[in-house]
């Protein structure tokens, strides 16, 4: 099942380090599969208050988007982000096709049950 690394970033310093991260993090992606879907087009906000910058990435299953941001070259230039940028980063799965709502209710009982 495919996994998606998701970032929100916000007071990003477009800066030498920003251009030198974003100049070097398609060549760690590849390895893992992993390809940008979103990449801080700015929202339209429809309820509530976003800020910063949303970035969703998508890897072919968890353990190829955990190997990709443990990998020594994404490491390598990670700090160039870190110090220029504040931020969130998760890992998530996403959901089979067939998936519909009421299928958390499922997820929800079963865990309860447990």
């Avoid at 007071?11 to 060549?27: C, F, M």
């Avoid at 879907?37 to 890897?59: K, N, Q, R, S």
């Avoid at 955990?66 to 700090?79: F, N, Q, T």
Wanted: net charge negative; proline share 6%; aromatic share 8%.
């Amino acid at each position: 099942m495919a996994s998606y690394a998701i970032g929100r970033l916000r007071d990003v310093r477009l800066g030498p380090q920003i251009v030198a991260y974003l100049e070097r993090i398609d060549a760690t992606l590849a390895p893992f599969g992993g390809r940008f879907l979103i990449h801080g087009d700015p929202p339209e906000v429809l309820e509530g208050a976003w800020t910063g910058d949303l970035i969703v990435i998508a890897f072919p299953d968890r353990t190829q988007a955990r190997a990709w941001y443990a990998s020594p070259a994404y490491r390598a230039i990670l700090p160039l982000r870190t110090g220029n940028s504040v931020g969130d980063v998760i890992l998530i799965d996403g959901v089979c096709e067939t998936h519909r709502a009421v299928d958390v209710l499922k997820s929800a009982a079963s865990e309860s049950a447990a």
